[in-house]
Nanobody
Framework: QVQLQESGPGLVKPSQTLSLTCTVS??????????WSWIRQPPGKGLEWMGA???????YYSPSLRSRTSISRDTAKNQFTLQLSSVTPEDTAVYYC???????????????WGQGTQVTVSS
């Protein structure tokens, strides 16, 4: 059974970089042909797909967030990391990591999810 767990600071100041890590157990992030995504849900809004890293290490980003988003991985630790720069209060959300079998640029086809972590952007 694949399990994902998000970790990172719950409070980030405006203009800083948000950094979250997803630790995966029960499966390798390099296993063909899985894609590892980041999704967020602002308060009172729907899910927003942010980006993904493929088993190969290729990355894919939402066009609306591309300029501020970076996804990387540490294969030795079986982790992948989200960095979102120049955050504003509008980036306040619950952030999830998830696994899917393809990249759709929407939060669909994701069959394993972490429990989510609340991130608040505030001074």
């Amino acid at each position: 059974q694949v399990q994902l767990q998000e970790s990172g600071p719950g409070l980030v100041k405006p203009s800083q970089t948000l950094s979250l890590t997803c630790t995966v157990s029960g499966g390798s992030i390099t296993t063909n042909y899985y894609y590892w995504s980041w999704i967020r849900q602002p308060p009172g809004k729907g899910l927003e797909w942010m980006g993904a890293m493929a088993y190969s290490g290729s990355t894919y980003y939402s066009p609306s967030l591309r300029s501020r988003t970076s996804i990387s991985r540490d294969t030795a630790k079986n982790q992948f990391t989200l960095q979102l720069s120049s955050v504003t209060p509008e980036d306040t959300a619950v952030y999830y990591c998830a696994r899917g079998g393809s990249v759709s640029y929407y939060p669909i086809g994701l069959n394993y999810w972490g429990q989510g972590t609340q991130v608040t952007v505030s001074s």
